[in-house]
């Protein structure tokens, strides 16, 4: 039996197939130019914290303002705060910080709607792919504080739940803010997760549920209380592989 050729390769000259495997190479020259580029600008601004949570809301939500609250804290005690850059909780996040002590950082995305540029950020970055910017999100972050959101906040949580259940990334503390919000999804974990043993039960021990700014603060203090922010070698290792 003889196999058929594959068309890029019966006519690599000139053909449609052949233009878009050229365009498909030179495209990783962009991703990683994307990777430098973000990589030496974030390096010098740790310690960092990640803050998510849904572009949707107005800035007269409640979670619009307890997100600023808790990234104005966090910026005078010491933290740059890293956001997506756009509007909703992460425009409260950029605010909180950008009248604070510590840097605002906005880790903007180029999407056909929704995403716009909030006019908080001392460190602006725009990325064109997901994946390279979800990448600076975890490499320099400290913690990780969740606010409530939808699609894209579960699938930035699910990925540091999973970066650090694996072994991936250190461990950091996952702090998720409103236990109405997100009681329903921790409870969840439990009763199915867990219990159907699709996770250890010690899984659950990688989230925090905390309602008040001051007590996010204090969390992410007392798990470095003892270890500092540094990163060990081993971390720096696992952190250079990510």
Do not use: C
């Not at 601004?45 to 800035?59: D, E, K, L, T, Y």
């Not at 509007?87 to 510590?102: C, D, I, L, R």
């Not at 939808?150 to 998720?176: H, Y």
């Amino acid at each position: 039996m003889i196999k058929p050729k594959i068309p890029s390769m019966v006519d690599p000259g000139g053909s449609q197939e052949a233009n878009l495997s050229a365009r498909e190479s030179w495209r990783v020259f962009e991703i990683m130019a994307e990777f430098v580029e973000a990589t030496e600008r974030l390096a010098p601004i740790r310690p960092a914290v990640s803050i998510f949570g849904s572009a949707r809301i107005s800035p007269d939500s409640a979670y619009y303002m307890l997100t600023e609250t808790i990234a104005r804290k966090l910026s005078d005690a010491g933290f740059a705060v890293i956001s997506g850059g756009g509007p909703g909780v992460m425009e409260a996040a950029n605010k909180g910080a950008f009248f604070g002590h510590s840097p605002s950082v906005g880790l903007n995305i180029q999407l056909p709607h929704e995403q716009r540029s909030n006019p908080f950020q001392d460190i602006s970055q725009t990325f064109r792919h997901f994946f390279a910017r979800k990448v600076m999100f975890v490499k320099f972050a400290s913690a990780y504080v969740v606010m409530p959101g939808g699609f894209g906040t579960l699938d930035e949580l699910m990925e540091a739940l999973t970066l650090v259940q694996t072994g991936k990334t250190p461990r950091i503390p996952i702090i998720l803010v409103e236990s109405k919000f997100w009681g329903g999804l921790v409870e969840w974990f439990r009763e199915r997760l867990v219990n159907e043993g699709m996770i250890e039960p010690g899984d659950m021990d990688l989230i925090q549920v905390i309602d008040e700014p001051d007590q996010v603060v204090a969390a992410i203090f007392s798990y470095y209380e003892t270890r500092g922010f540094e990163p060990s070698p081993q971390e720096r290792e696992i952190l250079f592989n990510l």
